[in-house]
C-alpha cells in the first residue's frame, strides 16, 4: 500500500508529513465507530519484524519503562467506512484478514489494521485516547509555552530548562569515558538530560544524563534517535532526519549505525530506567495519534453541516473554503450530505442559532441507516 493509494479515511498533517503507510485503528465495541491510534512509515522501519512490532506497541500501551507483560490482542487487516464528516466506522461487511502472529519473524507489511481478540471477530478497545494534540518534544513543550520559537532561542531555553551542573556533566563523561553514546565520536561532545523534566521525570541524577556529540543535540531533542535497549543487540533506531543537511544527515545515520550503541559492560544498569523510558516516549511520538480529527475542531464541522442545512446552496463558496475548513474537508460534507439525504431540501423556515448537538445522535442513526441500505 502506497502513501498515493486513495485510502477511504483522510490522512492527518501528522500521517501525511510522516508519509505512513502502515495505520493501526482502535475500534469501540458499543458502536464500532473508530479513530486512528498510530501509524508508522514503514520504510524507516525495513528491519523491523512484526514480532518487534508487537513488543514495541505493547511498550507504547503499557507507557511505562517496565511493561508487565505482552498484551493478549492480534493485528487483523480490516476496511473501514465513513459514518460522518472526518467519522469512521468498522466495514463489518467486509472480510476481515487473517490474524497476524505475534511471534511472526517477517517484515511487518504495510496496511490498516484494527486489534481483536485472539481467534475472535471481537475487537479489542485500547481504552481512552490519548490527547491527539499532547505535547511532546522538548521543542514542542517549550513552543507551547512561549510560541514559535528560533532555533536559537530553543537552545538557550532548552539549556535553562534541562540544567545540569557541571560536577553532573564531568562525572558523566567520565562515566561515558569521553565517547559519544550514538556515535562513538571523541570531540566536539556534550550532554544532554535523556528524559525530559516535563516527561514526569524531575531532578538532577547522573543516571538521566547522556555524553552526545553536538550534532545530535537537536536530533535527540527532537526524539529523532532512541536505543531499542531490549533489542540484543542494543540498536540505535532512527525516527527521523537527523539533520536537515542530506550529507551530514547520511553520515550521522552511517556512525550511528556502525557504533555498539552499549552492552551491559558499558552502560551502568541503572540508566536502564531512563534509557526504556526515553524509548518508549520516543515510539509514542512517532507512533500515536494522526487521526483526522486532530486536526480540526468538530465544532466547526458541526456548524458547518448545521449551516448547510439552513443554506442549501451546495455551489456557496463556503461550503469550500469555509472559516477553518480546508476545501476538500468542505467538499467531503457536501458529498457526504447529499449521499445521506438524496431527497433533502432546504427548510422553508430557520431558526437561528441553533444548537447542532441536540441533533447529533440522530445523524448518527441517520448514517448507519443509511449505509444498510
Not at 178 to 186: I, P, V, Y
Request: glycine share 6%; hydrophobic share 40%.
Amino acid at each position: 500500500m502506497s502513501q498515493s493509494e486513495n485510502y477511504v479515511f483522510k490522512l492527518s498533517k501528522k500521517s501525511t508529513t510522516d508519509r505512513r503507510n502502515m495505520f493501526l485503528f482502535s475500534v469501540d465495541p458499543d458502536n464500532y465507530s473508530v479513530y486512528m491510534f498510530g501509524g508508522w512509515n514503514l520504510d524507516r522501519h525495513p528491519r523491523m519484524t512484526i514480532r518487534t512490532f508487537y513488543r514495541w506497541l505493547d511498550l507504547i500501551l503499557a507507557r511505562r519503562a517496565f511493561p508487565e507483560g505482552p498484551y493478549d490482542f492480534e493485528l487483523r487487516v480490516f476496511q473501514v467506512q465513513e459514518r460522518y464528516p472526518l467519522h469512521y466506522g468498522l466495514n463489518d461487511r467486509a472480510a476481515l484478514g487473517p490474524a497476524i502472529a505475534r511471534d511472526a519473524e517477517g517484515a511487518m507489511p504495510p496496511g490498516v489494521y484494527a486489534a481483536f481478540y485472539p481467534g475472535s471477530d471481537k475487537v479489542y478497545w485500547f481504552g481512552a485516547k490519548a490527547d491527539m494534540r499532547a505535547v511532546r518534544s522538548l521543542q514542542d513543550i517549550l513552543e507551547n509555552k512561549y510560541g514559535k520559537l528560533s532555533r536559537e532561542q530553543i537552545e538557550a531555553l532548552a539549556t535553562e530548562y534541562m540544567h545540569i551542573s557541571a560536577p553532573i556533566a564531568e562525572q558523566v563523561k567520565q562515566r561515558d569515558n569521553n565517547r559519544c553514546f550514538f556515535t562513538g565520536r571523541t570531540d566536539v561532545l556534550t550532554v544532554q538530560v535523556i528524559v525530559i523534566p516535563a516527561n514526569q521525570v524531575t531532578g538532577e541524577s547522573v543516571d538521566n544524563v547522556i555524553t552526545i556529540s553536538s550534532e545530535l543535540v537537536d536530533a535527540f531533542r527532537r526524539n529523532a534517535l532512541s536505543v531499542d535497549y531490549d533489542n540484543e543487540a542494543y540498536r540505535t533506531v532512527v525516527f527521523a532526519v537527523l539533520s536537515p543537511d542530506p550529507e551530514v544527515n547520511a553520515r550521522l545515520i552511517s556512525l550511528v549505525q556502525s557504533n555498539t550503541v552499549c552492552t551491559p559492560a558499558t552502560a551502568p544498569a541503572l540508566a536502564a530506567e531512563f534509557l526504556r523510558h526515553h524509548f518508549m516516549w520516543t515510539l509514542r511520538v512517532h507512533f500515536e495519534g494522526g487521526d483526522i480529527r486532530g486536526d480540526y475542531s468538530e465544532t466547526i464541522i458541526d456548524e458547518l453541516m448545521v449551516e448547510l442545512a439552513e443554506d442549501g446552496d451546495f455551489s456557496d463558496e463556503r461550503w469550500k473554503a469555509g472559516e477553518g475548513i480546508e476545501r476538500d474537508i468542505g467538499d467531503e460534507v457536501v458529498r457526504l450530505w447529499k449521499r445521506i439525504y438524496p431527497r433533502w431540501t432546504a427548510p422553508s423556515r430557520v431558526v437561528f442559532p441553533v444548537d447542532p448537538e441536540p441533533v447529533r445522535p440522530e445523524r448518527y442513526r441517520h448514517t448507519r441507516r443509511a449505509q444498510q441500505v
